[in-house]
């Protein structure tokens, strides 16, 4: 069976940091590209950050750049988001997902974990 499992969602005061682990198993994720998105209730899922395959490239959305980190384990089979000076906005149920064609704009996810909470006080 296939899983993405987030970890390391929380509550923090804004200008703090997390970091975001997604663990795998199931099958090997070391050819996948793999990413982050967010989701904020009554909106769309929107993209965070990706990763390529090797960790060699990596592509994040303007709001973030500067910020956030994403990051692949020594395996490849685990991927990491970074997230600094977090700001209110920030505030959103964050997505692991795995599959191909990261870009700036996104990731085509062929598989995607159950998401962690995260939560930026003011």
């Known amino acids: 069976q296939v899983q993405l499992v987030e970890s390391g969602g929380g509550l923090v005061q804004a200008g703090g940091s997390l970091r975001l682990s997604c663990a795998t198993s199931?099958?090997?994720?070391?050819?996948?590209?793999m990413g982050w998105f967010r989701q904020t209730p009554g909106k769309e899922r929107e993209f965070v950050a990706a990763v390529n395959w090797s960790g060699g490239s990596t592509y994040y959305t303007e709001s973030v750049k500067g910020r956030f980190t994403i990051s692949r384990g020594s395996t490849r089979n685990t991927v990491y988001l970074q997230m600094n000076s977090l700001k209110p906005e920030d505030t959103a149920v964050y997505y692991c997902a795995a599959g191909y064609g990261a870009t700036t704009n996104g990731l085509n996810a062929r598989y995607w974990g159950q998401g962690t909470q995260v939560t930026v006080s003011s």
């Open positions: 199931g099958r090997t994720f070391s050819t996948y590209d």
